[in-house]
Each structure stands twice: as C-alpha cells, then as structure tokens.
C-alpha cells in the first residue's frame, strides 16, 4: 500500500479506524467536465468551461469517506498505464491508499461530463470504461480484507464479465471473514441493459444498499421512492435511497424508517453527489453512528459536493 496524504476533514465528521477499514473495491476514471448553458447546439458550437479532473463512482466514494473522517480508507480498482501514476498520486492527496491495478492493454477508463450550469445544475455522462470494468477475480486477494470492517462495491462491478466474476470472489471472501458489504448500484442506463433480476441475484449477501431514487424505482418497478425503498429492504437489510435535493430515505424491514431532509446547497455540478453521499454514510457508519444519522451526514457531504466541479471533495493541495 501507498502513503496516505493529509486532508482537512468534512463538516461532523467522526474517526471510524476503531471499527476497522474500509475497502472499496470500484471503478477509476478520468472525468471530462463540460459546463455549458442551455441546450447544446447541434452541428455547431457550443461555448463550455471544461477541466480535466479524475473521477469514478468508485474512487469518488473512496475520498469523500477520507474527507468525512475515516482514517483508513483502501480502493483496489484498474486503470490504464496512460494515467496510473496520476490517479495513485491524486488519490493519496485525497488521504486514500490505492491498490491500483495497471492494466497494459487497455486505457484508463473515460466519462464526458455534460453539465447544464441552469438552476439544477444536472448532468449527462458519455462513458468509456476502459480498464476500469476489466478488474477480475485473479486482481483479488483476501489479504485485501486484513484489518477491514466494511466493504464497499461500486454497481459499475455489475457491468461486465470480468468485474461480475470479481464481484462473486470479494462476496465470498468478506462472508468468511464476517465482513459487511455495501453497494451502490451506480448506473440506472446499464442497470436496464443488465437486468433487474440479474442484478438483484449478484447482489444477493450485501447489508446495505444505496440506490438512487431513479435505481430504486428500476430495482422494484414502483414509481413511488418510498415504496421502492421499503420493497427493497425486505430483501437487503438495510436500504438508503438517496433522493437528491429531496434528501434520503432510511429503510428497514420493510418499512420507512427516517426521511431526511437535504442540506440547504447552491449546485454547481451534480457530479458525484451520491458518491459524495456515499462516501460519508459509509464513514459515519464505521464510526459507529446509527443509520438515520449517518443518512444525515450523507446529506451534508451532497451538498458540499454538488457547489464543487467535479466528483471529489477539496484536498490539501
């Protein structure tokens, strides 16, 4: 593992190394983000602010967790040797240890952030995945989980044969080790492309399921956020779907347990926001804070994220 950076700690954050690591095992991409006003004009120009920054749902969750106080945060993912040595370099600034897997043959994986700076600030991704959905079973170890109290999975693991195979592998190793395991399924676009039923059927053994309102309602086929959320927590333990500028439901058993408001923001890029959400959950919840709380947090860590361009929290750098 690599030296960590020093970061300053987001707002009510709690130390979670007592409870162990957390492990994210997820995607690395390099983020395009263009900033644009209004519908984009087609077969010409249209005048955009655009930076390079890097990104993934993966590495994302990894470094808002290190920003809201988890002290030891690990991220194996695959990326391309075009950019290895910058996303190892960025994600130590961040105060993440990187597992990167260097892939020969492929790039890092790409996504073109298409952002509409008008009110809500929303965003479209155009995304090559590259190396990142080419992490497999033979890139995992169970040494991994040495000193681990939660596992995280990014969805995108679910979106290719290599990574699915990875995903069975790091289930099984975390179920003998006693070790939680948290998904965020990441994508409604290719959870439709998969499958609902499949997608369910790889999940089957995580504890805590982050899905978005629109993944909630593709997972269970309700329109409704909260009939979502609760369907689904009667088959993963403990559910938080994350409702954008509406907050985030807390469900378990089958029930709403916790609506919690959002946090009041101004958007400048929608960008990572869940990630962000996620990021800080998962750190508050090592910490030992109960969910609805931690849920809390989360809304707190969105809103820091979508007044920042791009999907990573403020570094010390």
Same mark, same amino acid.
């Given at each position: 593992m690599h030296a960590r #950076?020093? $970061? &300053?700690?987001? @707002?009510? *954050?709690?130390?979670? &190394? @007592?409870?162990? !690591?957390?492990? +994210? +095992? #997820?995607?690395?991409v390099t983020d395009v983000v263009a900033r644009h006003r209004g519908p984009l004009a087609s077969g010409t120009d249209t005048a955009a602010a655009?930076?390079?920054?890097?990104? #993934? !749902?993966? @590495?994302?969750v990894a470094c808002w967790a290190a920003y809201w106080g988890c002290e030891d945060v690990r991220l194996l993912g695959r990326v391309g040797s075009d950019a290895a040595a910058w996303h190892e370099r960025e994600l130590a600034a961040s105060g =993440?240890?990187?597992r990167l897997v260097v892939d020969q043959e492929a790039p890092t994986g790409t996504v073109i952030c298409l952002v509409d700076t008008g009110a809500a600030a929303e965003r479209t991704f155009l995304t090559d995945s590259g190396a990142s959905l080419r992490l497999a079973p033979d890139d995992w170890s169970p040494s991994l989980l040495d000193g681990v109290g939660r596992v995280h999975l990014s969805g995108y693991l679910f979106f290719s044969a290599p990574s699915r195979a990875l995903v069975a592998v790091v289930l099984e190793s975390a179920r003998a080790r006693g070790v939680p395991v948290s998904l965020d399924p990441a994508s409604a676009g290719f959870l439709t492309e998969l499958? $609902?039923?499949r997608f369910l059927a790889l999940a089957e053994g995580v504890d805590v399921l982050l899905p978005s309102r629109d993944e909630a309602c593709l997972l269970?086929?309700?329109?409704d956020a909260a009939d979502a959320a609760a369907k689904l &927590?009667?088959? $993963?333990?403990? %559910? %938080?779907?994350? /409702?954008?500028g509406d907050g985030a439901l807390v469900a378990r058993a089958g029930e709403i347990g916790a609506r919690v408001p959002a946090a009041p923001a101004a958007p400048r890029d929608t960008t990572g926001a869940g990630d962000a959400f996620t990021g800080a959950f998962l *750190?508050?919840?090592? !910490?030992?804070?109960?969910?609805?709380? *931690?849920? =809390? /947090? #989360?809304?707190r860590a969105? @809103?820091?994220? $979508?007044?920042? %361009?791009g999907g990573r929290p403020p570094t010390a750098s």
């Open positions: #950076g020093t $970061v &300053s700690r987001g @707002a009510g *954050a709690r130390t979670a &190394s @007592a409870a162990g !690591a957390l492990l +994210v +095992v #997820g995607d690395i655009i930076r390079t920054l890097p990104g #993934g !749902a993966g @590495a994302n =993440v240890r990187p499958g $609902v039923d269970t086929g309700l329109p &927590s009667r088959h $993963v333990p403990l %559910v %938080v779907a994350k /409702q954008g *750190a508050a919840l090592l !910490a030992g804070t109960e969910p609805e709380d *931690a849920a =809390v /947090q #989360g809304c969105g @809103a820091q994220a $979508v007044e920042r %361009v």
